[in-house]
Nanobody
Framework: QVQLVESGGGLVQPGGSLRLSCASS????????MAWYRQAPGKQRELVAR???????DYADSVKGRFTISRDSARDAVYLQMNSLKPDDTAVYFC???????????WGQGTQVTVSS
C-alpha cells in the first residue's frame, strides 16, 4: 500500500516562495505519474502539475512559469517549487501518485498553503 506524506506548506506573502515535498512509503509498482493537486474552499480539486515516469511534465495554465515540479526517483519523492505566489494560489495542496496496472490514484493528506499579506 502506497502512503504519501506532504510537508512544506505554510503562510507566505504575495510574491514569496514555498517548496512542497512529498515522501512516499510502500512499493510503488508500475509508476505512471506523480502530481500535485490543490483544492481551494468552495472549489473542485484541480491538477497543478504532474511529472510522468519518463520525466515529462505538464502544468495548469495558471501556474506555468511560476511552479516547477521535480522528482527524486531513488526516493520516490516529488517536490513542487512555487515562486511568485499569489493569493489565488491559496489552497490545500495534495500529493498524488498514479501507479499499478489500472493506474490507481493514491493521495496524501494535504498541506495548507496560504498566500496573504
Amino acid at each position: 500500500q502506497v502512503q504519501l506524506v506532504e510537508s512544506g506548506g505554510g503562510l507566505v506573502q504575495p510574491g514569496g516562495s514555498l517548496r512542497l515535498s512529498c515522501a512516499s512509503s510502500g512499493n510503488i509498482f508500475r509508476l505512471y505519474a506523480m502530481a500535485w493537486y490543490r483544492q481551494a474552499p468552495g472549489k473542485q480539486r484541480e491538477l497543478v502539475a504532474r511529472i510522468f515516469r519518463g520525466g515529462s511534465t505538464d502544468y495548469a495554465d495558471s501556474v506555468k512559469g511560476r511552479f516547477t515540479i521535480s522528482r527524486d526517483s531513488a526516493r520516490d519523492a516529488v517536490y513542487l517549487q512555487m515562486n511568485s505566489l499569489k493569493p489565488d494560489d491559496t489552497a490545500v495542496y495534495f500529493c498524488n501518485v498514479q501507479a499499478g496496472v489500472s493506474r490507481s490514484h493514491y493521495w496524501g493528506q494535504g498541506t495548507q498553503v496560504t498566500v496573504s499579506s
